[in-house]
Every structure is written in C-alpha cells, then in structure tokens.
C-alpha cells in the first residue's frame, strides 16, 4: 500500500505547525518541578474572575451541544462597536477565522500574498487550500505595504496583515493602512488580524470600521490574548454583512464550545481586568527593554505582550538552557530567524528569572 499515492499534493507539502511546548511536557521530559512559559504570548494573569465564574455557571449545561449562532456574544459585540450582530462570524480561536475566510472565497488558481515574517497560520491555511502563495519580506520587521501592492495581479485574492504584527510586535499607523486600502484593487479582500488589538494604545493606530460597508475587509480580534482564553479557543471577524453572511455558510455547526461563550461574554464586560492586563504588560515589556538594552543586545520593539531578541549564533544554546533551567521562549528557526528567539511579557518574577538566565548565559557561552 503505497500511502503517498493517497495524500493530496497540497498536504504533502504542509509542515507541521510547531507551538511552544506546553509547561506539562518540559517538567515530565527534564524532571523539574517550576517552570515558566514565556513562548506562546498567553495572558500570565488568567482570565477575569468573571470570566471564570460564567464559565463554571455555563459548565452544568455541557450535557447539550453549545448555541451554534452565538447569538448572545454576537449580540453583544454589535452592542459595543455600534454594528449589527450579522457583522460578526464567531470562530474557534481567530485561527479558524483564517481558515474560513479561505475556504470561502478562494478558487483554484487564486493568489494569496502573506508577509514573513508574521503570523504562520496564514501560509499554513494558504497552502492547506492550495493558494498560490506570494511571500513578501518585510522592511527591518514591519510591513512594507509598497510591496506588497507591487506584486498584486488580477489573481490576487486575499492579502493577509497582522496588525499588530506577531511575533515582530511591530504596527502599520492609520495613514499607511488607508492609503494601502485605497491603492487595492476592490476585488481583493483585506484580512486585518487585530488579535493584540487591546494593547494598541497610539494614537496614530488604525479603526478600519469604516471601510466595512465600502471594501471587502474582514477584521479579525481574539479571547486568546489580553482576555485570557487561549484555552477555551475562541475569537471573532467583523465584515460586511454580506462577507459574514457567505463566511458563515461554511463555519461548521457547534464551532464554539459552550464554556466558552460564556467566559467571552462575561469578558466583554470586565474593562478593569482588561486595563489591569493592558497595563502590567506594558510596565513589564519596559522592563525587558531596558535590561536588553543593559546586555547589549538588539531587539524589536514591540508594541504587543512578546519580544523579538537578537542573540546571534548561540540562539538554540540559549533556548536549550534556559529550557533546562526551567524557562520556555520561542524559538524563532521556524520563521528563519536563526539567530534570535521571542520572548513573551510574563509576571515580574517571571521576568526577572529569565533575565537572570539570560545574563548567565551571555557572561560564560557567549563572552567567554
């Protein structure tokens, strides 16, 4: 039985996706019993409290399958932007959101123009619907928006931009996205993934609501970053009605769990706990700047809760000890970046105990 007979050309050529491994694994694997995860850009204060208490609220019902409209958090979303609830499609994490935006307008021989690097879920999906792929580099880590409408054709379909970007952290200002939007042809559809939305506060940062009603632009935010539900796996696109409506068409039926609509809606209405997240993260990512800056190392500065760091040859001698020593970052190989890692913004003793590994390591592999 020949297997790779059987495999469609486009999953043959998929690499797996490689996460941050979980904080299970690495105390089972090197027998250590702390461990601090500072890989996966996950919100190290949890979610709300209110959160948590609609969560186990909703947790007597999972017997029945979930609501599979979302109606009561779409209901509420057109609430708080001033939309209508058939502005919204409710994803399984705004990953599947990505997904879904390419099942439902790419043909055959359509074009997909994705960044590197950024986000790697766009060229996975890309490719898992065999998109002819575009990769255009981006200028000392941010988007170059110029180059991008440079290799638009009249296949292009989808144009994919993290906003802010992950993992560079990086943002395109108002100005720069709306001359873009402007400059692109009105058959190509912008998917404008706002998942640190939250922490944007510059002034100069765009609201693309605007241009809902008038370009086919799809704006994608999460529950998994400042509200704290990576777990629960749940996000949320906003479009044109019409967009909605066809995205929609092929969501599959009880996408979203039942605990998690509730603890996003519950969320919703924490604004404390949201600015409370919003302002720690920004004390603690000043914090790593500075002593990157005291080690003498270059990094990108971001404006998310992670950090890219230069440390040069000895990346993967970094990664490896700090994960003996207890301390996950992300190894950014996978993005090309052999010589630098991404560090999230975690509590201040989390901080702290990975600086302090940071500067052991510099002071006897790297300067000796």
């Not at 209901?75 to 502005?87: K, M, S, T």
């Not at 994960?323 to 975690?346: A, E, F, Q």
Request: hydrophobic fraction near 40%; charge should be neutral; charged fraction near 30%.
């Amino acid at each position: 039985m020949d297997i790779e007979k059987l495999i469609k050309s486009t999953t043959r050529e998929i690499r797996p996706y490689r996460p941050g491994k979980p904080i299970a694994e690495v105390k089972r694997e090197l027998g250590l019993k702390r461990v601090y995860k500072l890989a996966s850009n996950e919100n190290p204060l949890g979610p709300s409290p209110k959160a948590i208490a609609a969560i186990k609220r909703a947790s007597i019902d999972i017997n029945r399958y979930p609501e599979s409209g979302c109606f009561y958090l779409k209901e509420r979303l057109a609430e708080i932007y001033g939309l209508e609830p058939d502005n919204f499609v409710i994803g399984n994490g705004s990953d599947e959101l990505i997904a879904l935006t390419l099942r439902t307008f790419l043909n055959p021989g359509d074009e997909v123009i994705v960044s590197k690097p950024t986000f790697l879920m766009y060229e996975f999906y890309s490719k898992m619907e065999g998109a002819n792929l575009k990769i255009v580099p981006m200028n000392n880590f941010k988007y170059d928006l110029d180059a991008i409408l440079d290799v638009v054709t009249d296949k292009t379909k989808i144009i994919f931009i993290a906003n802010p970007d992950n993992p560079c952290g990086t943002y395109v200002t108002k100005n720069e996205i709306e001359r873009f939007i402007d400059r692109l042809p009105s058959d190509v559809i912008l998917f404008h993934d706002e998942a640190y939305y939250e922490f944007m506060q510059m002034d100069d940062y765009p609201d693309l609501f605007g241009y809902i009603k008038n370009k086919p632009v799809i704006i994608a935010r999460t529950f998994s970053k400042v509200y704290g539900l990576a777990g629960l796996r749940i996000g949320y696109g906003i479009a044109d009605k019409r967009v909605a409506e066809h995205i929609n068409k092929v969501r599959d039926p009880f996408n979203v769990n039942s605990l998690a609509q509730a603890g996003a809606l519950a969320a919703l209405d924490d604004r404390d706990f949201v600015e409370k997240v919003v302002k720690l993260t920004k004390e603690n990512r000043e914090y790593l700047f500075k002593e990157f800056e005291r080690l003498g190392l270059n990094y990108v500065r971001s404006y998310t809760n992670c950090i890219i760091v230069e440390i040069g040859d000895r990346a993967q001698d970094l990664l490896s000890y700090l994960l003996k020593n207890g301390i996950i970052v992300r190894d950014m190989s996978v993005w090309g970046l052999n010589k630098h890692i991404r560090v999230s913004v975690g509590l201040k003793h989390e901080n702290r105990e990975f600086v302090k590994l940071l500067e052991e390591f510099i002071k006897k592999e790297i300067k000796k």
